[in-house]
């Protein structure tokens, strides 16, 4: 059976049923090439796929999902599905008006080439690493890269898909000059094989990672902090989670009842972008059938609008913003594509923390309270020069008054891949708290 | 879940086409989850998972191939592919030609549920998370109670060319229970949840009253506290969940995915001195209904309890077939998946510090300003490097040697070698909690744990 006769099948069950039903699969073809010591270490290839359902019984919500697509497991999903919605106490519960959507193409040719040049690509990053004496060991150099296929369906109308896949070159290196070792990782995502460059990869890699040997303690204190783009957009990924409505009604979110209000510096101007071309998490419409289209959620420091699916939208009284999440194994929830934020007119390095990467995100930073301490590794400005690198210390503060201390923002947008695209110009934030020595 | 005569068809092919190894992993999961806020049913969900992964070693370069249709067909056809992809036609044996001749073993249950995942219906486990609400909503600043269930029924067959064919049937339950507290000092969180290789006793286990109550505490613990200071002091980390700062700092060193590569600071020191002598280190998959434990790892073999680091000197590292084959090691049956999308990689299984000597009252004796680290989020390593952090959940200022007011927000770091020869006394208090624990071969459950401990200095991330 294929997803789509899987989909037509559940969407039978269901209106024999009675049932609301939506039905969403995702078909995925991978693979991965990595390179270790000039041979190819590890080569993996796969089909992989499932389909999920979202039920409504009068007014309740209920979800369930296979990967096997068997009329039996079909069958089980429906009777879970329909069990699952009757627990829920209140209803509200809605499948969307849907239309057709029609089938898109966002990966043409993206990944057409011979098997030959990716692994050659793989087999690049490592040896260019490699000639570099400082590097000591190189873990993990890959090429992957991932087609896939969405289809999504429901009583109510909805019928669509669209292909949509990247290409990603990888490598991870352990660097000395003698002294204490430092490791970095560079990842370089496209929707084009083409587009990729190995040496590129590989000589930012380096220059990454050597910058920090030698690294000396910071002394605690507080600094002006310029947080690299790839860096800041990692706290633009944790901040996001105030920006959907679901956290907002779910009373999780630091910015509820703040529409309208300012909440950042005037620096700061917040996108969602599905439509970006190029962009490696766009999409043609949502996970509910939503068309897709830009959302301004932060502009010149006013918050504009949360984003929302449709059930959060009539909640809250507006329109949805295209932005609801689901893949098949998920429930309905909020999720971002390309999101960013603008760039400005650029910062002037003074004295401070230049801040190159942070760790322990999903540790050390708290999207509920906004409170965040992280470990940094970063570069100690002395009149606009960098002086030396720094290491063994975290920066810590609130994701609110960080968004509103912003007091520059770089020309130059850099993009981040966390499932969805973040991106950032570099951010000077007027003072943070560092703690080290 | 499939024929003999398929599964030794494929793994012969494999063979023929000069693969010196073949292993084919099948497994079938069904979960079931169930999300509530302020009483009411949020989300309710259910899921079968099916998928198959064929692995074929080359000395030690390894092809790794899965699908989510099992026929014979495709299984067959994949297989093709991969040893096409390989592009070599490489020695066969006389092993590799005629059938195989499967030795069978079976799980013998050690971990097996006592309520399995089809007893007691839906309103039940909805009645457990609405106790587990009530108990968290101890004070009115208590605005939000969110609690989860998560329900994992994992079966596996695991067949190599060796004629290795085992089966097992991995059953984990666990919830989690997040209260929010607002008020002047903004919105706080508390959390707690537990998780074992156990069916629906965990309720018993665990009773919803005693963990609500937990979480909803630490929530307003959290509300009251003041930002955590900055710099470097001693610090008491806590007994349970504190074990993440070895699994940081020292556990993921030892796994033969870094080390084989010489890619870990703690390859090539087996017999050295890595801790310091008050530091006992194991890495059990034994451990009864431990929520890391199973019967049989993802590449066939019994685990085993696995002594890492003895008083101080380093015994073993985590050891899969391919470290195996790169450093001669003997495996320790910590070859773990997260499932059939991943190859599997060296992992971590229940990894805790033995206890030692030192009354839990005697670590806070003598310090004059510090950090006691009640209970910890997670973590995360370099291995190359060694630098480290962890995130707080809870903590206290130490004083004078006594416990006072509580503080928020702030994470550890170090460098692993460096700080974990900073630890200079460990209590008898040993407990362990569950984690998931992300790396190459995806997110798997992991138990950590030790008995509180003290760390003469240590980096504090708070607010300068």
Known sequence: MTFEQAKDYLLQKARAMGLEAEVLATETREMSLSAFEGRLEEITQATQGGIGVRVVVEGKVGYAYTEEKTPEALDWVMQEAYENALLQGSGGGFIPAGSALGRHDLLGEGLSAPLEEKQAAALAVEATLRQDARVRQVPRTAYQEQEVQVVLGSTQGASGGYRTGVSVLMGSAILSDGGAPKQSWNVDVDREFHALEPGKTALELIERTARLLGARPLKTGKYRAYFEPKAFAQLLGVISFMFSAKNVLEGKSLLAGKVGEKVASDLVTVVDDPTLPGGIASRPFDAEGTPARRLVIIEKGVLKSFAHNSETARKMGVEPTGNAQRGYKGVLGVGHSNLFLEPGSGVRLEDGIVVTEMMGLHAGANPISGDFSLQALGLKLEGGEVAYAVENFTVAGNLLALLQNVSAVGEKLEWEYWGMALGAPMVEVAELSFAGA | ?464
């Open chain 2, 1 to 464: 879940m499939l024929s003999e005569t398929l599964v030794g068809d494929v793994l012969s092919r494999a063979r023929l086409g000069g693969a010196d190894y073949a292993e084919l992993y099948v497994e079938r999961w069904r979960r079931r989850s169930l999300r509530m806020l302020s009483g009411e049913v949020k989300e309710a969900a259910s899921g079968l998972e099916y998928g198959a992964g064929l692995r074929l070693i080359y000395g030690t370069e390894v092809v790794y191939a899965y699908t989510n249709d099992l026929s014979a067909e495709s299984l067959l056809e994949l297989t093709e592919t991969l040893v096409k992809l390989k592009g070599r036609v490489g020695q066969v044996d006389a092993q590799g030609r005629g059938g195989l001749d499967f030795r069978k073993q079976a799980a013998r249950g050690l971990h097996a549920p006592e309520v399995p995942l089809s007893a007691r219906d839906r309103r039940y486990r909805v009645e457990r998370l609405l106790e587990a609400e009530t108990a968290a909503r101890v004070a009115p600043e208590i605005k939000q109670v969110q609690t989860q269930l998560l329900e994992w029924e994992q079966e596996v067959l695991v067949a190599t060319s060796e004629g290795r064919w085992v089966e097992d049937r991995r059953v984990r339950t666990r919830y989690v229970v997040t209260a929010i507290a607002q008020g002047e000092g903004g919105m706080q969180t508390g959390s707690f949840g537990p998780g074992l290789s156990v069916g629906l006793e965990l309720f018993d286990h665990h009773p919803p009253s005693v963990v609500g109550r937990k979480a909803g505490e630490q929530a307003m613990t959290n509300l009251r506290a003041k930002p955590a200071p900055a710099g470097t002091m001693p610090v008491v980390i806590g007994n349970a969940f504190g074990g993440v700062i070895f699994h940081e700092a020292l556990g993921h060193l030892l796994e033969t995915t870094s080390v084989a590569k010489k890619a870990s600071v703690l390859s090539d020191k087996l017999g050295e001195k890595v801790a310091s002598p008050c530091v006992t280190y194991i890495d059990d998959g034994t451990t009864p209904h431990g929520w890391g434990s199973s019967e049989f790892d993802d590449e066939g073999l019994a685990t085993e309890r696995t002594v890492l680091i003895e008083n101080g000197v380093l015994k073993s590292y985590m050891v899969d077939r391919w470290g195996a084959l790169r450093t001669g090691l003997r495996p320790t049956g910590s070859g773990r998946r997260q499932d059939y999308t991943f190859a599997p990689t060296s992992r971590m299984r229940n990894t805790f510090i033995a206890p030692g000597d030192t009354p839990k009252e005697k670590l806070f004796e003598g310090i004059e300003y510090g950090l006691y680290a009640k209970d910890m989020g997670g973590g995360q390593v370099k291995p190359g490097s060694g630098e480290y952090n962890f995130g707080v959940k809870e903590a206290y200022i130490i004083r004078h040697g006594r416990i006072e007011e509580p503080v928020r927000g702030a994470m550890l770091v170090g460098k692993g070698p460096d700080s974990i020869s900073k630890i200079v006394a460990v209590s008898s208090d040993l407990e362990t909690a569950p984690g998931m624990c992300g790396s190459l071969s995806g997110s798997l459950p992991v138990e950590v744990g030790q008995p509180h401990l003290l760390i003469s200095e240590i980096v504090v991330g708070g607010q300068a």
